[in-house]
């Protein structure tokens, strides 16, 4: 018998300003999390437009991110307790985070996800 995945997806997006608009009424803790060239986009939305919500900053996801850099993130979202993430920067920020958030919300190390150890059994931190 053939295994299937379901992946449920729900997209949205708005400018800047507007990003509060996407996350529950507060109190929420939002950790952004960020490449090195987008930390200052970051402080920009944490100071103007997230004001009313605990915001915590992680920045400088490498470009081409390792399983020790994913692991790295994976616990600071642990430590973090976020409610929600947002991602700012190209496709290894943004992957690293959708990573993050599953297995912050799961036990066991990431070599056991990626060789079928272990499986997803609960969803993620929404980013």
Known sequence: ?????????????????????????????????????????????????????EVESLSGVPSDPTVASVSEVTERVKSAAADWIIAIGGGSVLDTAKAAAVLANHEGEISGFLNGEHRIRHPGVPV
């Open 1 to 53: 018998m053939g295994q299937r995945f379901y992946n449920p997806t729900d997209i949205r997006w708005c400018p800047w300003h507007q990003v509060g608009e996407l996350l529950p009424p507060p109190p929420v803790k939002v950790l952004v999390i960020t490449g090195k060239s987008s930390e200052h986009r970051a402080e920009e939305m944490a100071n103007q437009w997230l004001s009313d919500y």
